[in-house]
């Protein structure tokens, strides 16, 4: 375990776990900019993620600090845990493959690892507030919705579904390890809000992206697709391309983790959708075509066949989230787009020099 910095030491800090992570880094450096003192926990387990932990050391020195550890280590769980003033709950093994291939390490990570930071702030710090990422995948493959194919799309054949989106009163129903570990510690954050009075809410999240994503055909599609575009590089598509997903970006989700904190009083004890709803829904290959503009070239695209728990159709009804939170209308897809490929540029990410090959960051995503 690395142990904080004289940045934190003396300090209420707030905590975000997977820190240095795409949405960590990106909700930290909001923190920091906004003058609060942030304690990272992070295993760097996932390739690339140690660039984003140095730049927000950089962009605020004396405001971030770092306990390198997995939620697997009891004591620096513990340890952060006892004087943070808030936490962002956000580390986790993130793959479904990895999940398939590894379901123990993954039921360890996300489950049992939420479970014992949840335990270690009812003994040592029971009223600072935790807002835990959870996944749409708690909803399961919603194969009994009936689709219908549009414009390279599918899309609900029910009107009103297709007008809101999945709303929170969806049952519940986990599919493959990686739905059954964030589901567990989904319910587990809830409960904890129940059963002993805790500051406790979840976001249910869809599509994040932005910058600072280090995106794998595994998961971080919207970056992946463009990183591979812009490096000439050919994208490989699991299913038929015409899976519809709400995307948002990244600055709309920070925001919404915040004001879950500011208003969490309000909204103890629930869970709330998170995407771009209906107004940013898209299919990967109307995301394709849009990069293809972006980036001024073709996309060599391979199609392999669909994976375990794969939803066709996923889109974030968003309208609880926006009055509990008092969130503002989502970034517009082409906007955001726009503004990762213009990251991404800036970086040259385009050649893929800071990212790791898709195949290792799939066998050990933990941090």
Request: glycine fraction near 10%; hydrophobic fraction near 40%; include cysteine.
């Amino acid at each position: 375990m690395t142990r904080p910095s004289p940045a934190v030491i003396g300090r209420r800090p707030v905590l975000v776990t997977g820190g240095a992570g795409f949405i960590g880094c990106n909700l930290a450096d909001r923190l920091a900019r906004d003058g609060h003192h942030v304690l990272v926990l992070d295993a760097l387990a996932r390739p690339g993620v140690e660039r984003n932990l140095d730049w927000l050391r950089r962009t605020h020195p004396g405001r971030v600090s770092a306990v390198i550890a997995d939620l697997r280590d009891g004591e620096a769980v513990a340890a952060a845990a006892r004087q943070a003033q808030a936490v962002f709950h956000l580390a986790g093994q993130v793959a479904v493959t990895t999940s398939l291939d590894d379901p123990w390490t993954d039921f360890e990570v996300n489950a049992a690892g939420t479970l014992r930071l949840l335990e270690a702030l009812r003994r040592h710090n029971p009223h600072a507030p935790l807002v835990f990422a959870s996944t749409n995948k708690v909803y399961g493959d919603l194969a009994d919705i009936r689709l219908e194919l549009a414009d390279d799309a599918y899309r609900p054949i029910d009107e009103d579904l297709r007008g809101r989106g999945i709303g929170e009163d969806r049952p519940l129903d986990f599919h493959t390890p990686y739905g059954c570990s964030k589901g567990t510690a989904d319910q587990y954050v809830l409960d904890h809000g129940r059963s002993f009075g805790m500051r406790t809410a979840v976001l249910r999240m869809s599509c994040i992206y932005g910058p600072h994503q280090m995106g794998t055909e595994d998961q971080g599609w919207v970056a992946h697709f463009l990183i591979r575009a812009l490096a000439g590089q050919p994208i490989t598509i699991f299913g038929d391309g015409r899976q519809v997903r709400d995307i948002l970006f990244v600055d709309d989700a920070v925001e919404a983790y915040l004001a879950a904190w500011r208003r969490i009083d309000a909204v103890r004890g629930k869970a709330f959708n998170l995407g771009g709803g209906p107004s940013n829904a898209i299919s990967l290959r109307q995301l394709l075509r849009h990069v293809e503009a972006l980036t001024g070239r073709p996309v060599d695209v391979e199609f392999r066949d669909w994976r375990a728990g794969d939803q066709r159709y996923y889109v974030s009804d968003i309208d609880r989230a926006r009055e509990a939170l008092g969130l503002p209308e989502p970034i517009p897809w082409r906007d955001g787009l726009a503004r990762l490929a213009g990251w991404l540029r800036r970086h040259s990410v385009g050649a893929e020099p800071i990212l790791p090959d898709s195949r290792e960051q799939r066998a050990e995503a933990i941090s």
